[in-house]
């Protein structure tokens, strides 16, 4: 089936500082990936569209400058997270959709700020 | 109104018992019906998808569309302790080009199946 793969898996970091997450379809191309941010025990919220060669599309309340998405190649897409402080604590996700398997999501990105 | 309702649950049922898990929705352009399951601090996994009314079976699971009544269902049968998890519906308008349109999801149902 169609593959999604997501890195890291968790990573904690200080107040301040940056984080980049990545998202790779390993067996199909994506020209859209998706971006979530889940909080404990809710669904997921969907935080921007990556596009393949143009700039993402962020969903209304997110900012665009404290969540750069970056979408340079057909199975790349990164997530970075800057200037992190302790409410953009969450889980992050990717999804790319795949034709054969329709919408793949990684494993997720647990992020701590501390 | 959300676009797309879910009894969040918690489901307790006890082994091998069938499972039955509904979404309801208010968009009549959804076409695109998902189920996925989601264990703790992971991503969502696909289950079962579907385009059109009526029903879609792969093992033990059965995704079931009724476009009339905005109603769609998941049925486990033969549940096991690994079906625990929170399940997620998810739907999206018809897709003239695959892959642009945004899933709207449900709240999710976290069910617990008892040895």
């Known amino acids: 089936g169609a593959v999604v793969s997501q890195h890291p898996s968790w990573v904690i970091c200080k107040s301040g500082t940056s984080v980049k997450i990545e998202c790779r379809s390993l067996d199909f191309q994506a020209t859209t990936m998706f971006w979530y941010r889940q909080f404990p025990k809710q669904s997921l919220m969907l935080m921007a569209t990556?596009?393949?060669?143009?700039?993402?599309?962020?969903e209304q309340g997110v900012e665009k400058d404290k969540f750069l998405i970056n979408h340079a190649s057909l199975t790349l897409s990164t997530l970075t997270v800057t200037s992190a402080h302790p409410e953009d604590s969450s889980f992050y996700i990717c999804?790319?959709?795949?034709?054969?398997?329709?919408?793949?999501f990684g494993s997720g990105t647990r992020l701590t700020v501390v | 109104q959300k676009e797309v309702e879910q009894d969040p649950g918690p489901l307790s049922v006890p082994e091998g018992a069938i499972v039955s898990l509904n979404c309801t929705y208010s968009n009549s352009a959804f076409q695109y019906f998902m189920w996925y399951r989601q264990y703790s601090r992971k991503g969502p996994e696909l289950l079962m998808y579907?385009?059109?009314?009526g029903n879609k079976e792969d093992g033990r699971f059965t995704a079931q569309v009724d476009k009339s009544s905005k109603y769609i269902s998941l049925f486990i049968r033969d549940s096991q302790p690994s079906d625990s998890a929170t399940y997620l519906c998810?739907?999206?308008?018809?897709?003239?080009?695959?892959?642009?349109?945004?899933?709207?999801f449900g709240t999710g149902t976290r069910l617990t199946i008892i040895p």
């Open positions: 579907t385009y059109s009314s």
């Open positions: 990556s596009n393949e060669g143009s700039k993402a599309t962020y």
């Open positions: 999804s790319g959709p795949s034709i054969r398997r329709g919408y793949t």
């Open positions: 998810a739907m999206s308008p018809l897709i003239s080009n695959f892959g642009n349109e945004k899933l709207t």
